[in-house]
């Protein structure tokens, strides 16, 4: 189960989807479904992301 079903059935599709564009939360396949935190400057520009892997 990935990072994203798993707070959807806690919190539902839309308020999930509405929290990862606002915290600016993604995926990789880096991993196998590992969450991508990206990190913005003040101008909106993407500096980086942190790839972290949890254990579902």
Not at 1 to 16: D, L, P, Y
Not at 18 to 25: D, P, S, T
């Amino acid at each position: 189960m990935s990072n994203k079903s798993f707070i959807s059935n806690v919190f539902g599709t839309e308020e999930t989807a509405r929290l990862f564009n606002l915290y600016r939360i993604g995926t990789s396949a880096k991993w196998g479904g590992s969450t991508v935190f990206w990190q913005t400057d003040d101008a909106g520009r993407t500096r980086t992301g942190k790839v972290m892997l949890y254990n579902p």
